[in-house]
């Protein structure tokens, strides 16, 4: 819900104190899921049991990496996670060679 409030204020005075207000609360609650997910049906590898989804790689990695990147800094599942998705054949050779853009 914070986090809707964000994108959508206007304000910039507005729109820090909704982020700020979020990392000091909302974001452990996220965080606590993510982490539980991974851990009880990924076995702490991928989200999936079966492998490698677009959830896993899209939103995960999105979400941590470019708009919370120092979220995990103590979350060590996640950053393992992390890194094992950006390692991924394919993803790994992508990164490196994608154009840089702000996000």
Known sequence: MAMSKFYY???????????????KTGIVEHLDVLESH???????KLYAPSG????????LVYSLQVQFPTSVENRQS?????ERVNNLPGVKEWVAKRPQTEH
């Open 9 to 23: 204020e206007q304000d910039p005075v507005k729109k820090e104190t909704i982020r700020e207000e979020y990392f």
């Open 38 to 44: 991974l851990n009880e049906y990924g076995k702490g």
């Open 52 to 59: 490698v989804t677009v959830a896993g790689v899209t939103g």
């Open 78 to 82: 996640l950053k393992d996670h992390l």
